[in-house]
């Protein structure tokens, strides 16, 4: 190091920004897992993590500001909480659609002939299918089968026996889609099954999979009631009533398992664009969350995209602006101690702007230090002419500049204490080059109490 030295420096809260960053992230990942969990356990058994409790315990690691306790936990989060996410989605789809075909199941025999009990039994089943667990869910397929199979064996006697007829195919197709396994002895039944199962063409396999569609839609995104009560309604409807029927509600909820999607784009786009201004707190940074709260109330898509990104620029600009200017501040302070003098040549030491620092013990000498974009600072060793001064590289240049560069190493190692690392990106060694001195002065330049309090407030 010497006349000329070019440092990249780097702060540890930069690091911290992109931990909080990405603890932001994953706290919304968990409270998203944690809700679908919790949902999914009223009807299916789940084995694994416990995201509710993993969600506490990190909210109380973030309140506590305690960054470091789980680096690795983050990152593996991170990284899987997506795929999680996803795979709690599919589940609860799963779980719902099978409850939702049992129901019409059940729906659809009451519209045939039975008994008292029978008919209470199915009544029973269609008010609670939404909500049964495993266990009470299989013993509604159980008992749902018994009555198909009774059903098989009993002479119709109703007004209109091909409605009866057809309403009856369409219970034991529903059933075979309701839960796995279900498995029949009677022969036709099972043709029923595997055509049901291989996705026929017939009604069936057409609402089974419009139940499915259903299933995905978030219901606190887009309202879906409508259209399970209009599928509610395909038990009592004829043949030709029915098709129309389904192809009705499934045009209507393609749209709106779309428009849930959409909806669900907006809000991992805010979610982005928050965890982005999490480690803010300024009036730029409140403006940028109202503008990311506006396009999600809005569900605008464009809108949330074009905020999110804006988000981002601002806070990797800002961070690099904080982190040059606490670089700096530290950096002069510790040539403070050094002893050197500080002159502010313009209203403070910003990024892109120049100052001088000066040992008083060398009238004929001072240092220029440039901020560079990045977080990168530029030492120049300068010398002054004076009547005792030699002609090209002498001896008093090189020990300034040697001198310079002991200096410099100790507010680098005093700075790594204080999180901030320096890398030598450039340099020219003493004596690399002759001084070509600058214009001799007649008085100091620098006034008394020109430190870097006055920089600072500046």
Same mark, same amino acid.
């Given at each position: 190091?010497?006349?000329?030295?070019?440092?990249?420096?780097?702060?540890?809260?930069?690091?911290?920004?992109? #931990?909080?960053?990405?603890?932001?992230?994953?706290?919304?990942?968990?409270?998203?897992?944690?809700?679908?969990?919790q949902v999914l356990q009223k009807l299916e058994p789940v084995a694994g993590e416990k995201w509710a409790e993993v969600l506490a315990r990190y909210q109380r690691t973030v309140d506590e500001r305690r960054w470091r306790e789980f680096t690795d936990a983050y990152n593996r989060l991170y990284d899987e909480l997506p795929a999680v996410e996803r795979g709690l989605e599919k589940a609860l789809a799963d779980a719902k659609a099978k409850r939702l075909r049992l129901e019409l199941t059940a729906a659809t025999l009451m519209a045939t002939s039975g008994s008292t009990a029978?008919?209470?039994?199915?009544?029973?089943?269609?008010?609670?299918?939404?909500?049964l667990y495993a266990d009470r869910f299989q013993n509604a397929v159980a008992a749902i089968e018994a009555i198909v199979r009774q059903r098989f064996n009993t002479p119709l006697d109703v007004a209109e026996p091909d409605v009866t007829s057809d309403q009856i195919a369409l219970a034991r197709e529903l059933l075979a889609l309701s839960a796995e396994p279900v498995r029949f002895a009677d022969a036709s039944v099972a043709e029923h099954q595997v055509a049901a199962q291989t996705g026929g063409g017939t009604d069936a396999a057409r609402i089974a999979r419009l139940m499915e569609q259903i299933s995905q839609v978030d219901p606190e995104l887009v309202p879906i009631? =409508?259209?399970?009560?209009?599928?509610?309604?395909?038990?009592?409807?004829?043949?030709?009533?029915?098709?129309?029927?389904?192809?009705?509600?499934?045009?209507?909820?393609?749209?709106?398992?779309?428009?849930?999607?959409?909806q669900r784009e907006v809000q991992m786009t805010i979610d982005e664009g928050l965890a982005w201004l999490t480690p803010f707190e300024s009036e730029d940074a409140d403006h940028?969350?109202?503008?990311?709260?506006?396009?999600?109330?809005?569900?605008?898509?464009?809108?949330?995209?074009?905020?999110?990104?804006?988000?981002?620029t601002w806070a990797e600009a800002e961070g690099k602006r904080q982190d040059g200017q606490r670089i700096r501040s530290l950096l002069l302070r510790e040539l403070q101690q050094l002893?050197?003098?500080?002159? $502010?040549?313009?209203?403070?030491? =910003?990024?892109g702007s120049r100052i001088t620092i000066q040992n008083p013990t060398e009238p004929n000498y001072d240092v220029?230090?440039?901020?560079?974009?990045?977080?990168?600072?530029?030492?120049?060793?300068?010398?002054?002419?004076?009547?005792?001064?030699?002609?090209?590289?002498?001896r008093r240049d #090189?020990? $300034?500049?040697?001198?310079?560069?002991? =200096?410099?190493?100790?507010?680098?190692?005093?700075?790594?204490?204080?999180?901030?690392?320096?890398?030598?990106?450039?340099?020219?060694?003493?004596g690399a080059c002759a001084q070509v001195p600058l214009p001799a002065r007649h008085s100091r330049p620098l006034e008394s109490g020109r430190t870097v309090e006055r920089e600072r407030k500046a």
């Open positions: 190091m010497s006349k000329l030295v070019l440092v990249n420096y780097r702060i540890s809260a930069a690091e911290e920004r992109e #931990v909080r960053r990405k603890i932001e992230l994953i706290r919304r990942m968990l409270t998203r897992c944690a809700a679908l969990q029978e008919r209470s039994r199915l009544a029973s089943i269609t008010s609670h299918a939404a909500g009631d =409508d259209l399970l009560v209009r599928i509610r309604e395909l038990p009592a409807s004829s043949p030709g009533q029915r098709a129309l029927l389904i192809d009705s509600v499934t045009l209507e909820t393609k749209e709106r398992l779309d428009l849930a999607r959409r940028l969350r109202e503008r990311l709260a506006a396009a999600l109330a809005a569900k605008d898509l464009v809108a949330a995209q074009a905020a999110g990104a804006e988000a981002k002893g050197y003098e500080v002159n $502010v040549q313009g209203a403070a030491w =910003d990024e220029q230090l440039s901020a560079v974009a990045g977080g990168a600072v530029q030492s120049k060793v300068r010398a002054y002419d004076h009547l005792e001064r030699s002609a090209g590289i002498n #090189v020990e $300034v500049e040697q001198s310079w560069c002991n =200096d410099l190493a100790r507010v680098n190692k005093a700075l790594a204490e204080r999180g901030i690392t320096a890398e030598i990106a450039h340099e020219e060694g003493p």
